[in-house]
């Protein structure tokens, strides 16, 4: 059975589908999936919605061969972002762990009738949704130029976004080996344009601090803060990993006070037992 850190790693952005439906078999999963509650550290409930494309007239430019969406809603409400992005990549990886490629889309659709079709309300955001189907045996060359634009079989080495104390001291997997598969996950974790705003810093052994690296352009009305999106799906590799592990967390909103650069946030921390 693959681990957690093998589904991370295999996982990729899939732009071209085969064309055909998502089986009986793995729509029921999906549906179960799902209905059971996919929750967040933060208690902010996100409601998931199954798409037929056809039905809706669903598509996007960047997509082929889609006949799934799943769209995403939650309330517009403090850490909304950050919760979005977790559950939202908890069933990205469980899509995933059954053979079901997605990627993330916020911009390139057309949002009204996503929204629409997804009975958004007054109050809620739609920030992301993504396609469900098998992958092509072949991407398209739109699909290859896109990967290929944005790096997207690159990141950045752990010293750039994992920090031992304060920001000025870059920290790495072969300095705390027994938490180099955690680093490994957070690397590869999917941002939007590749950007991988996180910036973790370790406390101690037992204590790390999630912080947002802030760009400009990425945090509109109907999206939310993107980056905060992205945040939070490190946050969820970064904790499922350690569950796997066998190890209890507990997410805080608590910071430490840790002096931090003007174009950082504080987000989150992670306290382990």
Not at 9 to 36: C, H, M, Q, W
Not at 38 to 48: A, D, M, Q, Y
Not at 117 to 134: F, H, I, Q, R, W
Request: charged fraction near 25%; include cysteine; glycine fraction near 10%.
């Amino acid at each position: 059975m693959a681990t957690l850190k093998d589904i991370v790693k295999d996982r990729r952005s899939v732009r071209t589908f085969d064309g055909n439906l998502v089986s009986p078999e793995d729509r029921e999963k999906l549906g179960e999936y799902i209905n059971a509650g996919i929750t967040n550290p933060f208690g902010i409930p996100v409601e998931f919605v199954l798409l037929a494309a056809e039905e809706y007239g669903l598509s996007s430019p960047v997509i082929a061969g889609e006949k799934l969406y799943v769209a995403g809603k939650v309330a517009k409400v403090p850490y909304a972002d950050v919760a979005f992005g977790y559950s939202f990549e908890r069933l990205v990886l469980f899509a995933w762990s059954l053979g079901i490629g997605t990627t993330w889309i916020g911009g390139t659709m057309k949002r009204e009738l996503f929204e629409k079709a997804a009975g958004l309300k007054g109050g809620e955001m739609m920030p992301c949704v993504s396609p469900l189907g098998y992958p092509a045996k072949k991407k398209s060359i739109r699909e290859a130029m896109m990967r290929k634009g944005v790096g997207a079989d690159n990141r950045m080495p752990a010293e750039k976004f994992f920090f031992d104390g304060s920001f000025d001291k870059p920290l790495s997997g072969t300095e705390h080996k027994e938490i180099a598969d955690l680093i490994e996950m957070v690397r590869w974790a999917p941002s939007a344009v590749n950007k991988q705003p996180w910036r973790i810093v370790r406390e101690t052994d037992s204590l790390y601090h999630f912080y947002e690296k802030k760009d400009k352009g990425y945090v509109s009305d109907s999206t939310g803060d993107l980056q905060k999106i992205d945040v939070g799906i490190a946050l969820c590799h970064f904790v499922m990993g350690l569950e796997e592990q066998g190890k209890k967390t507990a997410v805080e909103v608590n910071d430490s006070g840790i002096s931090i650069p003007g174009d950082v946030e504080y987000i989150a921390s992670v306290q382990i037992w």
